[in-house]
């Protein structure tokens, strides 16, 4: 469920206030499983997160990037929240591609698999199926040595299958067939969700 504020929120740091008052002990627990021993964590259920992103979608670049290079993991989870909010508007090919370059940008501040997920397949899938962005991005990040890189690689080409056509579904599964193997298992995982959906689909169509 996703928590709607009626309060717009204009800077970094109305974001991290919202956040920090919204913090639960029990669900700090339950997200310290899932990140890093290092990584600070508030503690915020992903509904009320959702409902603080969609309230700072209009904050200004500056601002954005304050979240970006928060060390909080929430805070950064927020900032790819509102790259994906501001793609489900109705853009611009040159804006759609402009989100994009910002996540690529921005990668190295995405640091669990969960960020990948909500971003990925609207801000960076979606432009490259309309090739506001060239669609070799993907080669490259499933080349990478990060391995959260490479689940942008697969994750993002679930946009082609909700939107695609079947040549663009079979783009996404070359992309899963280059990563076959993968020694990481939150790599492995979206490779089996992508194949999993793409091969749905094709059946749907009578592609296979």
Known sequence: MIVTMTVSLSTAAQVVEALHDAADPVEEAKIRNRVADDEPVIGVRMGTLFGIAKSAVDLSGT?????????????RLTAFCVLDFRAR?????????????????????????????RAAPRVLGWPILIEAIDGG?????????????????????????????????????????????????????AVEIYRKHAFQRLRSQGGV
């Open 137 to 189: 991005v993907l080669d490259e990040l499933a080349g990478a040595a990060d391995p959260l890189r490479r689940r942008s690689a697969i994750t993002a080409p679930l946009w082609f299958i909700k939107q695609g056509s079947s040549a663009d579904i079979e783009h996404g599964l070359a992309i899963a067939s280059a990563l076959d193997g993968d020694e990481h298992p939150r790599v492995r995982s």
């Open 63 to 75: 601002e954005l990037d304050a979240l970006f290079e928060h060390q909080a993991y929430e805070t």
């Open 89 to 117: 508007r109705k853009l611009a090919d040159e804006e759609r591609a402009t989100l994009a370059h910002l996540y690529l940008d921005r990668h190295d501040a995405i640091s669990t698999w969960d960020m990948v997920d």
